[in-house]
Structure formats: C-alpha cells, structure tokens
C-alpha cells in the first residue's frame, strides 16, 4: 500500500482500535505525535513500534520538536535550547555556532530516531524580524545568511542521526504579529522586498538538499490572493519551477485559524493538495480527520511517492545504549551549556 497524501495526530498515549483502522486508510501517510502522546521513552518507543507495524511501506512518524518552547517530548529527552541562543554565539563566534549547531542537531535527531520518530519539523528557516511572538526565539537571528549557516549546520547533524530536515515556514512567517495558529496573518510586503530577505535562507536551503519544507499559513497580497500553503503561486511557480525544489512540501496544521478561509476541512486538504503539498496535516480534530479521508479522491503520484519515502528515518539505536555512548555524553553536555566546555573532536 502507498504512503497517502494526509498525516493525522492521534489521541492518547497508545493506539485505539479507531486509529488502527483510520491509520489503514490509504489515503494516511504519516502520524504526527504531541505532548499528550509523550509519556516516556519506553512508552513511545512502544508506540511508534505499534505504528510502523501496521502497514508497508510504514507510516511516516514526526514531531515537533525544535528545543525551547516547541519541544514536545521532555523527561527522558535532553532539554534543547531556543535556536536563537546559536545565534547568539554566531554574533560572538561564526565557527563556534556553526560547530554547536551540528551538534545540536544530531542529539535532536539521534534521540529521536532512538524511540522510532522518522523526522522532526525542523529545523524554523523564518528570520526574527522582532515583531512575531510566534517565532521570535524559534528563528536563528535576523540575518538571512546567518540562519542558512546555522541551519545548514543543523541539518548536517541531523542527517548524520540518520534524519531528514523539513524547513519552515515558507516563504517567511516573521515579518508580521499575527499568529497563524488564531487568525489569517497578512504579510503587505512585495515580492522583491521577500525575495531579498526572508527567501534567501530558504534558497540556501534548498540548494544544499533540502529534503522538506513547510509554508505558511500566511496571506502575501502583493504575491498572490491566497495564502501560501494553499497558492500555486508560491508553491508550483515560485517554490518547484523558480527555486527548483525537488523535495516534500507538508502543509502546516489544516485545523489552524489561518486555513479556514480555504473552506471545510475536506476544502482545506483538497485545496492544499492542488496548490502543490505532498501531505496534508490534519492534527488536533478527528471529526475534521475523518471528512478529510472520507472527501479526498484517491490519485495515485508515483513522484508525491518517491518524495515521501525519502523521509523515512535511517538507523535506530535505543536511549539506554545511546546513553553508554561517549559521543552523546559529550552532546549533551554540550548542548545543555554552550559555554561552559570547550568543543571536542566528535565524529557528527
């Protein structure tokens, strides 16, 4: 059975006989988990197992799990600070920063990979224009070069883990206040002025192998009339034909207040889809879920396919042995106070 074009969040800390069913769907693809699916290592491992066990190919697993305020899995995880600490060591120590940022990057990606999540939606490419409350200390720093550095440090790490990257939000969610996740934001800026700014660590990205992206669930007028997540301006023109990205494009949660506009929960998914998403999120509502399977027509994509597959997370360890390990001891160390040792030589 394919991999289908949605990913659906899940109740509780253990699968019921509903979502067992609902993730044999063919129209799921994936599984994205949340704190109220954390309990612990064990639990989760548990718990991904349960799921990769119900189909093949198996069912893409992620998370969000940046460090600071969005990091869903916390006891039994190192605590990851805000990406914004990197860049403020960046402004102190560019190789420093470049160097803890692979670092951090690979403990992300290795602990996840140990309790069976495939990839987590990371690493923010937004910059800090110092107006978003919603990213501000998510976003590496201001300077466009400085966060592709970073972030291209990041990814590195993460692919060393044996993880795929997904970028986020395209083309840009920090140049205004609203928040997406309660209202439609309206970013007035002209494309040129986005082009020169917040789309330049996203171009970086992508021409270092990008695997992923994720847009906004932004309005650009001066761009195009619907929001970026669901604009076939910004994803087929601008994002495949212009900046030549190849890789998945995953919607940003269809139940957020700045989807609504595109209509019904079906409508949300099936517009998202037709502008150009791989996958569409549907999180947090399982009523919505379940129109959204039920209104999607099945269209095979033997290329959305090829795609999808490559997000499958690549070795696996597990916490206890990974623990034993002096590479992630240093890590953690590492990354649970940048400046109290000196960097080592680690092979990450």
Not at 20 to 38: K, M
């Amino acid at each position: 059975m394919a991999l289908g074009p949605v990913m659906l969040g899940l109740d509780g800390l253990e699968l019921t006989a509903e979502e067992r069913e609902l993730l044999r769907h063919p129209q799921v693809g994936g599984v994205i988990l949340f704190a109220r699916n954390y309990q612990s290592p064990q639990q989760m491992t548990a718990l991904t197992d349960a799921i990769h066990t119900l189909r093949q190919p198996r069912l893409l697993i992620a998370v969000d799990h940046e460090g600071g305020r969005v990091q869903r899995f916390r006891d039994g995880f190192t605590r990851l600070p805000a990406v914004r600490r990197l860049g403020e060591i960046h402004d102190q120590d560019p190789q420093r920063a470049k160097q803890l940022a692979r670092v951090t990057g690979w403990l992300m990606a290795v602990e996840l990979r140990a309790v069976g999540v495939d990839f987590s939606f990371a690493p923010v490419l937004d910059l800090d224009h110092g107006v978003s409350g919603i990213i501000g200390d998510r976003a590496f720093h201001r300077d466009p070069e400085v966060v592709a550095d970073l972030a291209h440090a990041y990814r590195s790490g993460m692919q060393k883990a044996g993880m795929e990257a997904v970028g986020k939000h395209f083309p840009g969610h920090g140049g205004i206040a609203a928040d997406s996740h309660l209202e439609l934001p309206v970013d007035p800026r002209p494309y040129d002025e986005l082009a020169f700014a917040d789309l330049l660590a996203f171009e970086r990205m992508i021409h270092y192998g990008l695997a992923a992206l994720m847009p906004a669930h932004v309005l650009y007028p001066q761009v195009d009339d619907q929001p970026a997540g669901f604009s076939t301006r910004w994803l087929k023109d601008i994002l495949r034909q212009h900046l030549e990205f190849q890789g998945v494009i995953f919607s940003d949660d269809l139940d957020m207040a700045g989807a609504h506009q595109a209509g019904t929960p079906a409508e949300r998914a099936h517009a998202a889809l037709a502008a150009g998403c791989d996958m569409a999120l549907a999180c947090n509502d399982r009523q919505a879920a379940v129109a959204i399977l039920e209104g999607l027509p099945q269209t095979p994509d033997p290329v959305r396919q090829v795609r999808l597959i490559r997000m499958h997370g690549r070795g696996r360890s597990n916490l206890e042995r990974l623990r034993r390990n002096p590479v992630w001891q240093r890590a953690t160390r590492l990354v649970q106070d940048y400046d109290a040792f000196p960097l080592l030589e680690m092979d990450i």
